[in-house]
């Protein structure tokens, strides 16, 4: 067994930490696919080992490179050799060199080993660039040419990424102890993202990077709290009937899911969750997709909901059949409590157009059988960590089932759940997630419902 090592010497004029990152470039006929790449971070200067790991899928007898640098955008150097023979490549103004040194030709399937020594001079960040650079390397199989390896690594200054993330997301502290203290829990976070993430999962950054998980489970407004309702559902269960399902379903790309919301500090989540429902369920039968406000259940719902204290989906379901619903635009969102305005706004669903609302059974199948009618509201666990710093593909564990926060399940796929969340779409996959259909992961089957509409009620 052999793994790929990529090991990095590297000189600049101060200490620096410098962050790296990695992607595997191949495409699904390339031999060889990179998995890993440990530590995500080295402190420069001072010579560092940087190991990579990965598995070739077949017996390549040689193979040669290409290397390119680029500093930012800007080409910086391009070279070439044989990954069978050590080959040293000079950096342009004596910037520094990269060394790849000999595999053990031929080199056996399984998993496969590289090593390259950087030695990269201070120059390379005396302009600023918060990307110090970035390294192709493409290998190519001599006798029949095709792919066997394919890597990007970028490397850059985790001082730069800080003030990168503080103008992103508008961060300003009260002086430079607690800009300090927020550094500290950032750069711990971000490294927690690096060593969790891999192929099914990506974690980091995000508004909520600077902050412990204390500091964020108040941030992130998470305000569901169950009712008893939910276990005396109004119109039934929905469950799997054993009905062909669709393989996949995604109400986003059948205009019944509105844009991304933003709940701010305001544990308001489960107004979100409901409006979603809601939205979705009136414009598929009545073929008009209107937003709705959320200010208007968080300042009038008083039945079993507390506005930004907290509520949930099902009893807020069962006030909206006696009421008006406004729209977003003339009930706007404030993220804090208010009085209930009970006029001098639009109409988005009238009073009647709400005619209950049924739970959907604790399993996958019913699930799914429920999203193939519509936009289903489910409450989660969101308080850890895999939530606050996720960033990308399935989320299959770390989540727990104590739920706390409303969220909007718009779709899914063969092994997840597509879900619409509430805070901005800087967060996750622009706003959404995906979360396994493996179990009940985050709680997702444990409190799901959704509303039923009559759209011959005129507005």
């Known amino acids: 067994m052999k793994s790929v090592v990529f090991a990095s010497a590297l000189a600049v004029a101060s200490a620096e930490t410098v962050n790296l990152s990695f992607k595997d470039c191949g495409s699904s006929s390339t031999h060889g696919k990179i998995n890993s790449l440990s530590p995500d971070s080295i402190q420069v200067p001072g010579k560092s080992t940087v190991v990579g790991t990965g598995v070739l899928d077949s017996d390549q007898t040689s193979a040669s490179f290409s290397l390119k640098v680029k500093k930012g955008i800007i080409p910086f150097l391009s070279g070439k050799g044989n990954l069978c023979e050590d080959t040293t490549i000079n950096l342009p103004l004596g910037a520094g060199s990269f060394k790849v040194k000999a595999l053990s030709c031929p080199v056996k399937a399984g998993d496969v080993s590289v090593e390259v020594d950087l030695d990269l001079a201070s120059s390379l960040f005396e302009d600023g660039e918060n990307s110090l650079a970035t390294i192709h390397i493409d290998a190519n199989a001599d006798d029949t040419g095709d792919q066997v390896l394919c890597m990007d690594i970028t490397a850059s200054l985790a001082s730069a990424n800080w003030e990168e993330f503080k103008a992103k997301y508008g961060k300003v502290y009260n002086g430079p102890d607690h800009e300090a203290e927020h550094k500290s829990v950032y750069e711990k976070n971000m490294q927690w993202a690096a060593e969790n993430s891999d192929e099914q999962t990506t974690f980091g950054e995000n508004q909520f990077a600077d902050l412990t998980q204390e500091q964020y489970r108040v941030a992130a407004g998470l305000g569901y709290k169950a009712s ?142 429920a999203l193939n009618l519509g936009p289903v509201s489910v409450a989660i666990e969101a308080d850890q960590m895999a939530f606050q710093m996720y960033s990308g593909g399935v989320l299959s564990s770390g989540c727990g089932t104590n739920l706390d926060h409303g969220v909007l399940a718009v779709g899914y796929d063969s092994n997840s759940f597509k879900v619409k969340n509430s805070w901005g779409a800087s967060w996750g996959q622009n706003g959404y997630l995906q979360i396994s259909q493996s179990g009940n992961t985050c709680g997702i089957h444990s409190d799901a419902s959704y509303p039923t509409v009559s759209a011959s009620v005129a507005v």
């Open 228 to 369: 008893s309702l939910s276990s005396l559902p109004h119109l039934g269960v929905h469950v799997h009937n054993g009905e062909e399902l669709a393989a996949s379903v995604d109400w986003t790309t059948k205009g019944a899911v509105t844009a991304v919301k933003d709940q701010g500090q305001c544990g308001s989540c489960w107004a979100f969750s409901t409006t979603g429902g809601l939205e979705g369920a009136w414009q598929i039968a009545s073929g008009s997709l209107k937003s709705l406000s959320e200010q208007q259940f968080v300042d009038c719902d008083k039945n079993g909901s507390a506005g930004c204290q907290g509520g949930d989906m099902a009893t807020a379901f069962q006030w909206a059949e006696n009421q008006a619903l406004a729209t977003e635009q003339s009930y706007p969102y404030t993220a804090r409590d208010g009085s209930c305005k009970s006029s001098g706004w639009t109409t988005a669903i009238p009073q009647g157009g709400v005619t209950g609302y049924k739970s959907v059974g604790q399993s996958t199948a019913d699930l799914k059988s």
